[in-house]
C-alpha cells in the first residue's frame, strides 16, 4: 500500500470526493484508511453509565484507499507514486510529478 498514517490525501471517489485529509490510520490488510473529516457516518448508541451518552454520535469510517490520492507535500499536488531505492537500500516512495522523495 503506498498511503501510509499521517500523509496528507485527496478523496477522488465516493460521496467525500475533493475532500483533503490527514490520514489517521491505515489498514493495510484491507487497503482501506481513515481519513481526518472524510466518511463521517452516524451511529447510534446506547448510554453505557456516564462516559457515554445516549444518542447518535458522528464518526469517520474507513473508506477504500483506492479512493485518495496521496498529496504530494513538496509540491502540493495529487501524486502518483513511484518507488526508488536510496544509495542505502532504503526503499522510499517519490512524486511522479515533481520528482522529488516523499518519505
Ligand atoms: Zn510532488
Do not use: W
Request: with cysteine; hydrophobic share 40%; charged share 30%.
Amino acid at each position: 500500500m503506498n498511503i501510509r498514517k499521517n500523509d496528507m490525501v485527496l478523496v477522488i471517489a465516493g460521496k467525500d470526493k475533493g475532500k483533503k485529509g490527514k490520514v489517521r490510520f491505515a489498514y493495510p490488510e484491507t487497503k482501506r484508511i481513515m481519513v481526518e473529516g472524510v466518511n463521517f457516518i452516524k451511529k447510534h448508541s446506547k448510554a453505557k453509565g456516564a462516559a457515554r451518552q445516549a444518542g447518535i454520535i458522528e464518526r469517520e469510517a474507513t473508506i477504500p484507499v483506492s479512493n485518495v490520492m496521496l498529496l504530494c507535500s513538496k509540491c502540493n499536488h495529487p501524486a502518483r507514486i513511484g518507488f526508488r531505492f536510496l544509495a542505502d537500500g532504503r526503499k522510499v516512495r517519490f512524486c511522479r510529478a515533481c520528482n522529488e522523495v516523499i518519505d
